[in-house]
């Protein structure tokens, strides 16, 4: 199984809600900052939450802060993205990935030594 894989994306409306899940395998959460980035077509793409292994801290993108909430099972196997109010900008493909750096966040999308297939979130009325 790979290393991270994300589920739950789909088609939402304008101001509903959704919520992601990366299903993390071979590792501890514990140790490791898990990062959710999105990318449009044509454009670069966007670190939006970051949740720090057991004791780190969380962080978010000013773009989906008081929107998003990003957290980790208690089952230490998966990281969720839930994801309120959301807006039309807010389609994109949605990626997890871990950093390389152990529980440190924030981390850039190169700074991740797996990362998922990514899931398609469209924000459409």
């Known amino acids: 199984q790979a290393p991270l894989v994300e589920v739950g994306g789909g088609s939402v409306q304008p101001g509903g809600s959704l919520r992601l899940s990366c299903v993390v395998s071979?590792?501890?959460?514990?140790?490791?900052?898990i990062g959710w980035f999105r990318q449009v077509p044509g454009k670069e793409r966007e670190a939006i939450a970051c949740?720090?292994?057991?004791?780190?801290?969380?962080s978010y993108a000013e773009s989906v802060k008081g929107r998003f909430t990003i957290s980790r099972d208690n089952d230490n196997v998966r990281v969720h993205l839930q994801m309120n109010n959301v807006e039309f900008e807010d389609t994109a493909v949605y990626y997890c990935a871990r950093s390389i750096r152990g529980a440190m966040c924030p981390f850039t999308w190169r700074g991740a030594d797996y990362r998922g297939q990514g899931t398609q979130v469209t924000v459409s009325s």
């Open positions: 071979g590792f501890s959460l514990d140790y490791y900052a």
């Open positions: 949740t720090g292994g057991r004791w780190g801290r969380t």
